[in-house]
């Protein structure tokens, strides 16, 4: 198992176990508003399921990374998916023009899962991306930027750049995920 799938998986593991809160009889599900100390912007759904996410439930994540992306991101493998407890995702090395160290790229389809619902410990900020409503947030002190694209009202595919452990100013992290919100915004529904 690769580095970033390890990630994708030990994310996952946390969201499912830090929503258990008490030792009752039954199944485990997660409470609202329950985080995993920032480890990522994703979060475990909230709202019911609606109509509008059944398109969104058909996307491959993996499918939006294009020729042309894998050539400006950097992109050195084919990428991973993974199945999370909200959504599926899609993370690939990368190799960004101008930084040194481990990066990886990432996509996630949450199809009941609104830009309303972004959960993150470090803040959020509304933007737009290519004429769509998008949050920005970031998590993991600093080494997982996010850009929450909204493709109806109850669902929003994320796309992260992760990497750097904190030691890459704001600003370089930032210009990387916008630049794959915006190669990603043209491939959505």
Known sequence: MGQGRRAI??????????????TTPGTPTAEPGVTTGGTSSRSAPTTSETDDSNDLAALDPCGLMTPTARAELGISNSGTADELPSGKGCEWEAKPSGLDGHFLFGAVVYPKLSVDKVDSSEGKTETTIGGRRAVRSTGAAGSVYAVSLEVTPSSRVDVEFIGGGGR????QMWSWVEKWANLVEPELP
């Open 9 to 22: 998986a030990a994310v996952a593991a946390a969201i499912a176990l830090a929503g258990c809160s008490t």
């Open 168 to 171: 890459v100013p704001a600003e």
